[in-house]
């Protein structure tokens, strides 16, 4: 009987990967966007809400779930718009699908914020945002993606 040998990769392992799942919830011309605690990591950067994609949930379900916890609504999942995956300096990383939201039910509230606000897309580029979402911005205030 052959004796199967324990695959070892030489290579260092690579950052923790984070999947998450971030909603542009679109009024108008406008997306919804929220600014972190200043007792968070990365505080009082600007981003867009969602959250962590939990193991068994799919994209849309985790989204929807963060919604509800995050801003308590009711978020109809709408069509993905982009995906992006970022390096941060520190070591982590993130693997982000942004889906569009054109339908909710529910009042917006921030429960997880320092702020929430309804910003033109043109305007997004004065506002301090999470590394990961800085191309994404670029191309909304382009008029791009939406």
């Given at each position: 009987m052959e004796e199967v040998q324990p695959n070892h990769d030489s290579r260092p392992a690579g950052p923790a990967l984070r999947f998450v799942a971030a909603a542009l919830i679109v009024r108008g011309g406008e997306v919804l966007i929220g600014q972190r605690r200043p007792d968070q990591p990365m505080?009082?950067?600007?981003?867009?809400?969602?959250?962590?994609?939990?193991?068994?949930?799919?994209?849309?379900?985790?989204?929807?779930?963060?919604?509800?916890?995050?801003l308590g609504i009711r978020a109809t999942i709408g069509p993905h718009v982009t995906h992006i995956r970022h390096n941060y300096r520190h070591g982590g990383a993130v693997d982000l699908q942004f889906f569009a939201v054109h339908e909710f039910a529910g009042e917006i509230v921030g429960r997880i914020y320092h702020q929430v606000r309804w910003v033109r897309l043109e305007d997004l580029s004065g506002y301090d945002f999470l590394a990961a979402d800085r191309g994404l911005i670029r191309d909304l205030a382009a008029g791009k993606l939406l």
């Open positions: 505080a009082l950067l600007w981003e867009f809400p969602g959250g962590k994609i939990e193991a068994g949930e799919s994209p849309e379900q985790a989204l929807a779930r963060e919604l509800d916890e995050e």
